[in-house]
């Protein structure tokens, strides 16, 4: 396994004699510091207070001031207060780059702004771009994003973009005509993040159908578990097909996936326990039939949610306010037709031409702000909001993103696989 972490030295700070001169070692020689700062003579719960609420953009330019303030910013405790405090602010977004080549990241920061009619979008430099020149973003936990080719579909990464932190992880076992249903989650009681490989392939090596996802009549479950098992492990096959598309809601230490389409068969919700490695079927909301293209499933303020599209045009969210309980799914907003300024034009010739590229993607719902709006997608071009209570919406102009885009919801953390559970 592929390890690679931030090139800046590991130093110790003593906490319990402030203002006094502390040294620090780096390789075999050792020096004194510069004289300390207000800040760095402040009692340790008082900093990491102060730390902890701020942006992870900011927390990030605080480690670059001087070594001082760096030392301050590589506290043990540091990631997970952070976190836990993020973790209620609103998220950032990811946006992958859709087309032509899928190899870029960006972000925006929309946890510290109020005014979001005019957002700055801000490019990432992957490290490990040279290995892996096309990806797909798999999944997000926890500040944490997985990522897999999309070429060779041999490497899989985690990774922080906002620390750089990175680990490859080790090749699974390959088979031919393969098609890959991926997960990722953490889960609060064991405090382990796993990653989930759902393969599902033909036997032979004849030549693909056009319905090849429907073919595919052979499957393997695999996972790894992160920080502790080196190798991906063999759970068998799994008794259903799971759609590839959307990604998987992460909820209770569980990932859920909407089952595909299929003739005299109603598509329902699985999960997978990422505790006891068990697949269960998990009641879906009353809201009539689902087609493949009308259904995603999302968390909204931590509870599994599912949107709904109607023929009429409009867009039903419903919530599950008690997990695992069908009684307690209720139809919490109902969102009319709605384009951005500036897609009004026809687009049909030239989703003809990026054909496979979008996925047959429509609107999409991301997130619940903490101001109560409902942030969407808009076929890979666009970002807006919707107000429910006012019944209006907002449009969202983004200043150097890329054209075609697929957003992702991420805690922007300090975080990393093993500083999750550090007490």
Not at 4 to 15: K, R, V, W
Not at 232 to 242: F, I, P
Not at 259 to 277: H, M, N
Request: proline letters at 6%; charged letters at 25%; aromatic letters at 12%.
């Amino acid at each position: 396994m592929q390890l690679s972490t931030s090139p800046l030295p590991t130093m110790d700070l003593n906490f319990e004699k402030p203002g006094k001169k502390a040294r620090y070692q780096v390789g075999e020689e050792e020096e004194e510091t510069p004289p300390t700062t207000f800040m760095e003579r402040l009692p340790r719960d008082i900093i990491l207070d102060i730390l902890s609420k701020l942006p992870v953009i900011s927390l990030v330019q605080f480690r670059f001031v001087c070594r001082g303030w760096r030392m301050l910013a590589q506290d043990p405790l540091l990631p997970s207060m952070h976190l836990s405090r993020t973790a209620q602010e609103n998220p950032c977004l990811i946006l992958h780059c859709d087309y032509p080549i899928r190899n870029q990241l960006s972000f925006l920061d929309i946890s510290s702004s109020d005014n979001r009619e005019k957002e700055t979008v801000r490019k990432f430099s992957t490290p490990f771009w040279d290995s892996m020149p096309e990806f797909e973003v798999v999944g997000s936990c926890n500040g944490l994003l997985c990522l897999a080719d999309s070429l060779y579909k041999d490497a899989v990464y985690v990774y922080n973009p906002f620390t750089r932190d990175y680990k490859q992880l080790p090749k699974s076992m390959q088979y031919p005509d393969q098609e890959v249903v991926f997960g990722f989650g953490f889960h609060p009681m064991t405090e382990v993040y796993k990653v989930v490989k759902i393969v599902y392939y033909r036997n032979g090596y004849g030549r693909l159908s056009q319905l090849r996802r429907f073919t595919c009549s052979q499957s393997e479950v695999q996972v790894l578990t992160l920080g502790t098992s080196p190798t991906w492990r063999s759970l068998g096959k799994v008794a259903y097909q799971l759609d590839r598309w959307p990604s998987e809601a992460l909820v209770s230490g569980r990932l859920h996936w909407v089952t595909r389409p299929k003739r005299y068969v109603t598509r329902f919700i699985a999960s997978f326990d990422l505790a006891d490695e068990q697949f269960r079927e998990v009641p879906k909301p009353n809201c009539g039939g689902l087609s493949r293209s009308n259904y995603h499933l999302l968390v909204l303020k931590g509870c599994l949610s599912a949107a709904v599209y109607r023929s009429n045009g409009k867009l039903e969210i419903w919530v599950m306010k008690e997990y695992d309980v069908k009684e307690s799914w209720i139809k919490e907003f109902s969102i009319g037709a709605h384009v951005p300024k500036g897609l009004k034009q026809d687009l049909k010739g030239l989703y003809k031409i990026l054909g496979n590229a979008l996925k047959g993607r429509g609107v999409r719902v991301l997130c619940q702000l903490k101001n109560g709006e409902i942030l969407l997608e808009y076929k890979g071009r666009a970002l807006f909001s919707f107000d429910p209570e006012r019944r209006k919406f907002k449009d969202l102009t983004l200043n150097g993103s890329p054209n075609w885009f697929q957003a992702f919801v991420l805690v922007g953390s300090l975080n990393w696989i093993d500083t999750i559970t550090d007490k």
